[in-house]
């Protein structure tokens, strides 16, 4: 049974930081691509960053480059992603998924386990 649990989301003023923890459980972990994710309501789902199996390459929206930053800790079995500078735009529930090695990141039919979400809100 593969279980991906989101933490780390909440409440925190514009400009402030926050790092959002995927833990991963049910599956061999450093076989599998991670990204993120985020839902703004009234939005489609729309893809943040991402990693793959190797942890050799990243991708990223080109809204958060230069303030958000995905990796990984393998004998963790946990994804992170850390935000910085952080806009109200950025408000959202986010979501980290996984998907079985390959290159494809962006695409989000290509994830076949995703967590539950975790909140997070930025104030202005």
């Known amino acids: 049974q593969v279980q991906l649990v989101e933490s780390g989301g909440g409440l925190v003023q514009a400009g402030g930081s926050l790092r959002l923890s995927c833990a991963a459980s049910g599956l061999a972990f450093s076989n599998y691509a991670m990204a993120w994710f985020r839902q703004a309501p009234g939005k489609e789902r729309e893809f943040v960053a991402g990693i793959t199996w190797t942890g050799s390459t990243t991708d990223y929206t080109d809204f958060v480059k230069g303030r958000f930053t995905i990796s990984r800790d393998n004998a963790k079995n946990t994804a992170y992603l850390q935000m910085n500078t952080l806009k109200p735009e950025d408000t959202a529930v986010y979501y980290c998924?996984?998907?079985?090695?390959?290159?494809?990141?962006?695409?989000?039919?290509?994830?076949?386990?995703w967590g539950q979400g975790t909140q997070v809100t930025v104030s202005s």
């Open positions: 998924a996984a998907k079985y090695r390959g290159l494809l990141l962006r695409a989000d039919r290509v994830y076949n386990y």
